[in-house]
């Protein structure tokens, strides 16, 4: 089994940053990657970044040039570094771990909320 828990979200001022942490515990063998997630209200979830196991990078098109996603050296942790924050980053960001075949899985945080004030 896998654990994801995400700290620091918070209330932020338009232009502000915030960082994000997934703590990540349990057996990880056979994961591929791990990212990040956003679910604005009234909408659908979406990635904003995502992290292979050989530590290749992508990002939304809303985040490309303001997060950054990073993690520690043992995947311990996984960080999600937001510059410039804008009202339209508001949601619910959700850590996730993907493991590739045979186990074809995919876990989930409970989640921490962000939300940027105009």
């Known amino acids: 089994q896998v654990q994801l828990v995400e700290s620091g979200g918070g209330l932020v001022q338009a232009g502000g940053s915030l960082r994000l942490s997934c703590a990540v515990s349990?057996?990880?063998?056979?994961?591929?990657?791990m990212g990040w997630y956003r679910q604005a209200p009234g909408k659908e979830r979406e990635m904003v970044a995502r992290?292979?196991?050989?530590?290749?990078?992508n990002y939304a098109d809303s985040a490309r040039g303001r997060f950054t996603i990073s993690r520690d050296n043992a995947w311990n942790t996984v960080y999600l570094q937001m510059n410039n924050l804008k009202p339209e980053d508001t949601g619910v960001y959700s850590c996730?771990?993907?493991?590739?075949?045979?186990?074809?899985?995919?876990?989930w945080g409970q989640g921490t909320q962000v939300t940027v004030s105009s």
């Open positions: 996730n771990l993907n493991k590739g075949p045979p186990f074809s899985k995919q876990y």
């Open positions: 992290l292979t196991s050989s530590d290749m990078a």
């Open positions: 349990g057996n990880l063998y056979g994961f591929t990657g």
